[in-house]
């Protein structure tokens, strides 16, 4: 609840009159009006009497809003109401808008049958609305006697045709002269060269406070910094909003994020054009037109560093390499990353940001990560909350309590239904005592037995489907992502698998242990029936120790399992749940090998991937297959 009767009506005029004459030219040509406004550096007119108010609410038929009542008894209307708003009504203009404007019929005709009761008031308004524009540029000022608050304040509500938007609401008729103000403001902040400077008490405090909040940002105290911030940036202040949108860009929103007056400047572009660019290669189509709108005023120098890294993020090619010791660490967090150790990396990332080294005193935190190919995927909003709650460049402050990892440990989270519900197949090797960059040579041949660069599993199925010429109904050959699985494993992944052929599966188990131990899974449902099935197979020394494989409700085994992993303990009568059961396997495997899948790198990040041979053997004679071969 909010006093809108105490507020201070006089003084907050009365600057804003004085900020106004104060911005004009003294030879810019003024109306009559506006110029005994300016001689008088005041926008109002002489108080409403009581007499006048009463009358007004007689011919309106009932009582005014306070706030509204309150402005009256200091000003009988208002000049220069914001940008658009020319002469807002006093007691004598104000009246009921009854759609003289005609838009209660134009927006009812654009409502369907299915509009609710919100949509059919949003039109009414334009009947029942009070007045307040007396003349504007095609803007309309309305009170709505609908929209009452405890207090009996009514909401504003704004709307001019040619911004092609809804009604703005404004809660009570202080909350729209502020938001005026604000817009008196924002105007005059952005003049072109050679116009007077818009200077004046209001801009000297909001710029002390942007540079206070500047401090605490870096102190950690990014929420408080933030709001500071954002009320700076609706006034118009220059550094506001490039420093705001640090903020945003770290707690993972992207929308409306610019780092206006700060990207074209050659000091800060190194680390703010890699995530204006990364953001613009994600939603531009190859249109790069809206890339250039954001760069109006660069030199050239900084347009072609925006060209070249646009082409390196398209590419996946751009690596963030800060100086210093900061930029050391990032080359670790990027080594454990492409390996899939997400929450490592992070940590790596979190315990050098006090040696982080700002570009400029506008640089609130390490930025151009997020657009590494390897590195951004480690960023989420709680990450960023973390990041930007830690003490940096040169400020000192309470480091936060670090969060929790994001990779679960172990290899049960594969029974989770992904967040798409696309996973209903998977399969991977695990390899013992070997380098994931290994992997290939063991599982591969010939041209395919070389690591791709790290990229998401989408992005590799595309573009293995993109070189692929000839396509076999009998050829299993797997894209897989590669990395570490814990203390002393390696893993290979592949996470939409071809079905299952049982008859013909090949394990390669034994083929990737050839002087270690290796173990390969596969869990999934069988095509067109929907049954599920569940493989285990083990090799050492490049021969298969034990292997069971569970489908079409029997189970077919081999060598001697071990009772953790007996086939017997998980399936019973037919009658078990599919996921409990892949569970426990899981489970079971993980906890008899010491080995794990790194979840986050798997689903969200992007990972090193090659293409093994074929997991399933020749056709024998009598099978037929199909080929197809393309180009």
Known sequence: MTDTTAFDWRSFLLKWSGEWADSLPDDDPRSQDDEAAWQARWLG??????????????????RIPPSYREFLK?????????????????????????????????????????????????????RRGLQLDVESDATYVLLDPEDVDEDGEWAVYTWASWRAEAPERHATFLAFMRDMHREFHSLGAHRTEGQREFANDTTRELDARVEQARLEALRGGWERAGRALDEAKDYGRPRAAGLGDQIRRLLGETSMVYYDGLVTDPQYAPELLPPLVAEHAAHSYRDDSTLLFHLRGADDD??????????????GTYRYAPAGPFGEAVERARELARWGDSDRAWRTLIDALPLWEPLGPDHLAPLGWVADPVLGPLLTPERGRELLSTPRGGQEGEAPRPVAG???????????????????????????????????????????AALNEPMTLWEARRRSLQHRQEFSSFDDRALMAVGRAGAGWSFAFDGDPAPFAQRRFVSPAAAAGADTRAVVVWSGLRPRHGEPFFHLSVARGGVEQYAFTHA?????????????????????????????????????????????????????GRLHTFTTRSWTRPPQDGETYMVIRIG
């Open 45 to 62: 007119f002489p108080p409403a009497s009581e007499e006048r108010i009463a009358a007004l609410e007689e011919r309106l038929g009932r």
């Open 406 to 448: 994001l990779d679960p440990g172990g290899l049960a989270w594969l029974a989770e239904a992904d967040p798409g519900n696309n996973r209903t197949s998977y399969r991977f090797v695990l390899v013992e005592g070997v380098e994931p960059e290994e992997l290939p040579a063991r599982l591969a041949d010939g041209d395919d």
């Open 74 to 126: 200091v000003s009988d209307g208002w000049r220069h109401a914001g940008g658009f708003v020319w002469l807002l009504a006093g007691t004598k203009d104000a009246h009921w808008h009854a759609n003289e404007s005609g838009l209660a019929d134009m927006m009812e005709e654009y409502l369907d049958e299915d509009a609710g009761p919100e949509e059919r008031r949003e039109a009414d308004l334009w």
């Open 302 to 315: 900084v347009v072609s560093l925006a060209y070249a890294t646009l082409d390196q993020v398209r590419n």
């Open 552 to 604: 079409d409700g029997e189970t077919r085994r081999s060598g001697e399992i071990p009772r953790a992993l007996d086939p017997s303990r998980f399936f019973g009568d037919g009658l078990e749940d599919r996921a409990e059961v892949e569970r426990s396997l899981l489970e079971a495997v993980g906890g008899e090998f010491g080995a794990s899948l790194p979840r986050h790198a798997i689903v969200n």
